[in-house]
């Protein structure tokens, strides 16, 4: 009944940008918090920026300064601006949202399919 579509992803030589989007669709009430996590080869899921519905975000300290989180309420969509990428942020980059059925009010996580960042160095 919800869908999360990313997009964005891409090959990337290091120090370049790239632009993730996350759209998400379906029996929408409501969007709570939304953010952004990536996984690398071998490593777990890891978080990289938050946003809340009033703008309030939180970042890895990994990224912060590189990174900007950013939403559109309006449309449902969560972004994820990139800069001075580095090959350490190579992985699958997975959007995630709390949103709130509008048929049962019941509320749950989902999470996007991943769009793979690649940083060549």
């Known amino acids: 009944q919800v869908r999360l579509v990313e997009s964005g992803g891409g090959l990337v030589q290091a120090g370049g940008s790239l632009r993730l989007s996350c759209l998400a669709s379906?029996?929408?009430?409501?969007?709570?918090?939304m953010g952004w996590y990536r996984q690398a080869p071998g490593k777990q899921r890891e978080l990289v920026a938050t946003?809340?519905?009033?703008?309030?975000?939180n970042y890895a300290d990994s990224v912060k300064g590189r990174f900007t989180i950013s939403r559109d309420n309006a449309k449902n969509t969560v972004y994820l601006q990139m800069n001075s990428l580095k090959s350490e942020d190579t992985a699958v980059y997975y959007c995630?949202?709390?949103?709130?059925?509008?048929?049962?009010?019941?509320?749950?996580?989902?999470w996007g399919q991943g769009t793979q960042v690649t940083v060549s160095s």
């Open positions: 946003i809340t519905p009033d703008e309030t975000t």
């Open positions: 379906g029996r929408i009430r409501s969007i709570n918090g």
């Open positions: 995630n949202a709390a949103i709130v059925d509008r048929v049962t009010w019941s509320r749950n996580d989902y």
